[in-house]
């Protein structure tokens, strides 16, 4: 099943952004894209974010702007599904086309920079602290603003994101070369990936799934990915692991190479090494002195 499209703006663009606020018991739980740009504000709410072939941990003050037709998912851990539960998922999210203004922004020079990372931001930029604290404030404004006062603060806030020093990129180009370059199968077998890695996942079932023989399934992925079909899913258990670790400390290691998907704790230690250059126990020390 590949990522599904959705129309994020319900209105038909009788404005030029979409702003929503959400409470739920939980965020919707589907591997999806759009062609808006979406700005998401996490107030409230935990669990793991898929964003292209990066795997975060989310959780409240997340900010996070995704480009068009980015794929990606919001899944809160399994607390928020319990029966009993009465946790609360909650959000500020704005869509928005790339030519929200009917305009190629770049090509106007009060707007350049704003452009250039909307350009950038294809594929999905994290924010730090700083720069979410400032953002979420102008956010909390537009909620009770009409329509253009509400365009003129986002504005603001695109001219805020783009002037970040504290923020980072997301998914990897190459998969987003990949995903619009390539049919179906490749979409099948990433969304497989993404919702099986952290259990025993065997080549013959991927290239099942991908409808090929394992032989050619291998040259194919290799040729569109750049990659071993091995290396890549070591590359998202080891991203998760990194977001665990990060999340829950030294003591967990063992507990999180299982929950990654690794069967014994002498080959996670080792593709740990392989794909970050630390051991697990170098990696806390270098990421929480």
Not at 45 to 70: K, M, Q, W, Y
Not at 282 to 289: C, E, G, K, T, V
Request: charged share 25%; proline share 4%; aromatic share 12%.
């Amino acid at each position: 099943m590949k990522p599904q499209l959705l129309k994020r703006n319900r209105k038909d663009y009788l404005e030029s952004i979409s702003f929503q606020h959400v409470r739920a018991p939980h965020f919707l739980d589907l591997w999806h894209y759009h062609p808006e740009l979406e700005l998401v504000y996490i107030a409230r709410g935990s669990g793991n974010c898929f964003i292209g072939d990066a795997i975060e941990r989310f959780g409240p003050g997340t900010l996070v702007l995704l480009g068009s037709n980015l794929p990606h998912s919001w899944i809160n851990d399994q607390k928020y599904f319990a029966p009993e539960s009465k946790l609360v998922a909650e959000s500020l999210a704005i869509h928005f086309v790339p030519e929200f203004l009917k305009v190629n922004l770049r090509e106007v020079p009060e707007f350049q920079l704003i452009g250039q990372f909307m350009e950038k931001a294809r594929v999905g930029v994290w924010f730090g602290q700083e720069t979410t604290r400032a953002a979420v404030r102008m956010l909390e404004k537009m909620k009770a603003e009409a329509a253009f006062e509400r365009l003129l603060r986002f504005f603001g806030i695109l001219r805020l994101l783009a002037e970040a020093k504290d923020s980072r990129l997301l998914s990897s180009p190459g998969y987003l070369a990949m995903f619009r370059e390539t049919n179906d199968r490749l979409g099948r077998v990433h969304e497989y990936l993404m919702n099986n890695f952290t259990r025993d996942i065997s080549l013959e079932k991927v290239a099942d799934i991908a409808l090929m023989n394992k032989s050619a399934f291998c040259r194919y992925f290799k040729k569109a990915t750049k990659k071993h079909f091995s290396q890549y899913l070591n590359e998202i258990r080891i991203g998760f692991a990194c977001r665990l670790l990060q999340e829950n400390g030294e003591s967990a290691i063992s507990e999180i190479a299982f929950e990654s998907g690794y069967n014994t704790i002498s080959n996670f230690n080792r593709q740990f090494k392989l794909i970050t250059g630390h051991t697990p126990s170098a990696y806390l020390r270098r990421h929480n002195p």
